[in-house]
């Protein structure tokens, strides 16, 4: 058979297929590349621009039910949204533009980062504002491998740990009610940070003085996987003895204790140095009603976000909780004007001669009542007496009172990573009297709970001796309002909450107090803080509380009038200017009163 000139044999074939492969079109190989690439830039941005919209219906959400922002700016915000939504799905689906797509995608996860940091900022806040109210009242029961017993309904638990404790938020009134705390401490030295690394280690407990308190106090650090026995001691001196003596790896210190353990301390014992050797790593809280003679109504203002007012500051001089009538060591006033954005701090000498009263609760002092001694000692008959001594003063009125102790300022100044302050030139402190701490250099110095404590009770190094430590306790005070006003200080706000619980009173309102976090949360205003401190001159006076004569300070009468000028100005809206202070008149040591040995009456002595 003849070939056939147009029949491919099966070699032309081959050629002909292997021609047809390598003369693929290479333009329709990247139109399939880039289509696949389109797909998967169309696919990632609309995962981006759903989680941005959710996140952004979240943030409103919890805006709205917070009350931070206005309703009208919320409403704007809404529509800011919805509007950058449309704008980028159109984006994504309808521009050709790979440039811009890729753009919308990042921003849309930028955005999603920012919604979601705004979240969780507000939840955090609003769990910080549910723990000023929170009463907590246990919905289950709670198994303890050692049958303890469950929880009281009126504790609170605010330990530092993880714990499965169900909690209902309920007003309490801290006018009414008062913090019971025990603390879980472990030496610094130690390896134990959580009470989870408890592990087989010995803890100290003293039960016979709080026994339902300690039941708690253990199942709640059992809750936080802590395994540990327990080794019984007769006293509060022999159980912090155990731990700083490395006979206990952890001790349960119940706080109300914590002055009598200061009150025995010394070179030797080392009971002050508790604090400064060890850490709390857990504390179980529950409240008790507020003894009548430490109870002490506000007077408040119409809205505290918008009125001016007043706020005593009384630093008691203790350690622990805020739990029996002490000296008012610390004595600032605080007038804050939220409408002109205004701060000034005025503070009085603690040894202040001065008449002492208490007119809203008559029966705390009453047998003190007119005579004149320390204002500090005001403080023994409770803090209503310090306010009404000191409105009397000054001609003045306080709405508001807030008690703190050395426990306070290190727990509040800790919570907030520390503070800086600002020493002069000449008084720097080689070492601090009061803990024995590393003191301050002239310059910026930070520093941690506890160097700020001795900070701000050092007197010893300074000539000016106790005047100056007036000054260091405003600078630390003001330290402490510049570092809570910052609005990176938010996320802290719930640790410095639950760090004042343990030892913190004031009468202020529950809802007032919600009312200036959200009004400060919502601003961000830019206080402006000023300071003003009265000096005293020093005498020898009779002193009805101790019924012998001692050391007092005297006021002179310009400089108290200078004080309250200050103070109304503030109120008034009135700007005031602080860099020149007026020479005052010395002061008037006439009205001093000071005790033959004869007249002392020892049997009304008060400790």
Request: aromatic content about 8%; hydrophobic content about 40%; proline content about 4%.
């Amino acid at each position: 058979m003849e070939n056939n000139p147009f029949k491919p044999n099966s070699l032309q074939k081959k050629i002909s297929k292997n021609s047809t492969k390598k003369k693929r079109d290479p333009a329709n190989s990247k139109a399939q590349k880039s289509t696949w690439i389109q797909n998967l830039i169309l696919l990632t941005g609309l995962i981006g621009l759903g989680s941005f919209v959710v996140s952004a219906e979240w943030l409103i959400m919890e805006l709205s039910l917070s009350a931070f922002i206005p309703r009208t700016i919320l409403i704007g915000l809404s529509i800011i949204f919805v509007l950058f939504a449309v704008f980028a799905l159109y984006s994504i689906i309808g521009f050709k533009k790979k440039w811009l797509k890729i753009l919308i995608l990042i921003v849309s996860f930028l955005g999603t980062g920012i919604n979601w940091a705004g979240f969780q900022m507000i939840e955090s806040t609003e769990n910080m504002l549910n723990l000023i109210t929170a009463k907590t009242n246990t919905q289950q029961n709670l198994k303890s491998t050692d049958a303890h017993a469950n929880p009281s309904d009126s504790s609170v638990n605010s330990a530092k740990s993880d714990s499965t404790f169900q909690i209902d938020h309920e007003l309490i009134d801290f006018d009414s009610s008062m913090s019971v705390v025990l603390s879980t401490y472990v030496l610094t030295s130690s390896e134990i940070e959580k009470p989870d690394q408890l592990n087989t280690q010995t803890v100290g407990i003293i039960s016979s003085l709080d026994p339902e308190g300690y039941q708690n106090a253990i199942i709640q650090l059992e809750q936080s996987k802590a395994r540990f026995q327990t080794m019984e001691f007769d006293s509060i001196y022999s159980l912090a003895s155990a731990l700083i003596n490395g006979q206990v790896d952890a001790i349960i210190f119940p706080e109300q204790y914590h002055a009598n353990l200061l009150d025995a301390a010394n070179d030797q014992n080392q009971f002050n140095a508790l604090t400064t050797m060890s850490t709390i790593i857990d504390q179980y809280i529950y409240t008790v009603p507020m003894p009548e003679q430490m109870k002490n109504p506000a007077d408040p203002s119409r809205n505290i976000t918008e009125d001016p007012f007043v706020v005593l500051i009384s630093g008691s001089d203790t350690y622990g909780t805020i739990h029996s009538l002490s000296r008012s060591d610390v004595n600032m006033l605080v007038a804050v004007n939220p409408e002109t954005k205004n701060i000034l701090i005025v503070s009085i000498p603690r040894d202040t001669y001065t008449e002492i009263t208490c007119k809203k609760n008559p029966s705390a002092c009453m047998s003190i009542s007119g005579l004149k001694d320390k204002l500090t000692h005001s403080g023994i008959y409770g803090i209503g007496s310090t306010e009404s001594s000191i409105e009397d003063l000054l001609d003045i009125e306080i709405n508001y009172t807030l008690r703190v102790n050395f426990s306070s300022l290190i727990n509040v100044v800790d919570a907030l990573g520390g503070i800086d302050i600002t020493v002069e030139e000449g008084q720097e402190v080689e070492r601090f009297y009061a803990n024995g701490l590393p003191g301050v250099k002239a310059g910026q110095n930070h520093l941690d709970g506890e160097r700020a404590l001795g900070f701000a009770r050092e007197r010893h190094a300074y000539l000016d001796d106790d005047n100056q430590r007036i000054r260091n306790q405003q600078i630390v005070l003001e330290a402490i309002l510049n570092q809570l006003f910052k609005p990176s200080s938010l996320f802290k706000y719930p640790d410095v909450i639950r760090a004042l619980s343990t030892a913190f009173y004031t009468n202020m309102p529950i809802e007032q107090i919600r009312e200036l976090i959200h009004f400060e949360i919502s601003h961000f205003p830019n206080w402006k803080l000023s300071a003003f401190s009265c000096t005293g001159q020093g005498v020898t006076g009779y002193s009805p509380a101790l019924n012998f004569n001692v050391s007092m300070s005297v006021v002179s009468k310009d400089q108290l009038e200078f004080a309250r000028t200050l103070i109304e100005k503030v109120l008034n809206g009135e700007e005031i200017d602080l860099s020149e202070i007026p020479e005052f008149e010395e002061a008037d040591f006439s009205e001093v009163y000071v005790a033959e040995e004869s007249e002392y009456k020892i049997d009304k002595k008060v400790d």
